[in-house]
Nanobody, 115 residues
Framework: QVQFVESGGGLVQPGGSLRLSCVAS????????MAWYRQAPGKQREWVAA???????DYADSVKGRFTISRDNTKSTVYLQMKNLKPEDTAVYYC?????????WGQGTQVTVSS
């Protein structure tokens, strides 16, 4: 079972940018679709963005135009470039397959958007 390790989070001011990375313990080339998810305090985890093997992407309406997901199968890594961050983007961000493998959730990386 592939495990994921997320990194790149931090504290950023509104309007700022961050780039998250997710490294898999095994190859992701056989995983058709990968995605980023997030969980804000007191809320359920929600889907943020997805990318399939051919490279097609899809985004939640709340992040469309601000976030960009990409994947590098040779490095077993998925990225999330986040721009024009807003306080409502504050959450722990996770990556996983899409739909997610419940046994593969990592620790996530905290993103805090605050002035």
């Amino acid at each position: 079972q592939v495990q994921f390790v997320e990194s790149g989070g931090g504290l950023v001011q509104p309007g700022g940018s961050l780039r998250l990375s997710c490294v898999a313990s095994g190859s992701i080339s056989k995983i058709y679709a990968m995605a980023w998810y997030r969980q804000a305090p007191g809320k359920q985890r929600e889907w943020v963005a997805a990318i399939n093997r051919p490279g097609s992407t899809d985004y939640a309406d709340s992040v469309k135009g601000r976030f960009t997901i990409s994947r590098d199968n040779t490095k077993s890594t998925v990225y999330l470039q986040m721009k024009n961050l807003k306080p409502e983007d504050t959450a722990v961000y996770y990556c996983n397959a899409h739909p997610p493998d419940q046994g593969s959730w990592g620790q996530g990386t905290q993103v805090t958007v605050s002035s």
